[in-house]
């Protein structure tokens, strides 16, 4: 895997892959609405637990920041990865009047 950057805290490497931990949620809802759904008899209520579960693995890529576990880590040479390898001192710079007038 190419080294990335991570947007959030600057570190430079590869990803590691989501904790476990991130998909209790997923779990939490499979057994809330399956477990409805099997006590009333209105299977199609899996197609919600279903949706949101493609929706998180598609949407997350399960890869993650190994120093703060922030999910948003970008390649080095795209331009959000140069961005992100200048610091925060880098950002947008504010147009200041020299003059102090406020018109």
Known sequence: MKAR??????????PVPQDPE???????????????AATTGLLFLILAPLSWTIYHLIKYKTTQCPKCDNLDMVPLDSDAGKAALLG?????????????NNR
């Open 88 to 100: 925060p001192d880098h950002g947008i710079e504010v147009w200041r009047n020299p003059a102090g």
């Open 5 to 14: 950057v991570c947007t959030h805290c600057g570190f430079q490497g590869n």
């Open 22 to 36: 991130t998909f209790f949620v997923d779990a939490l809802f499979w057994a809330g609405v399956g477990g409805l």
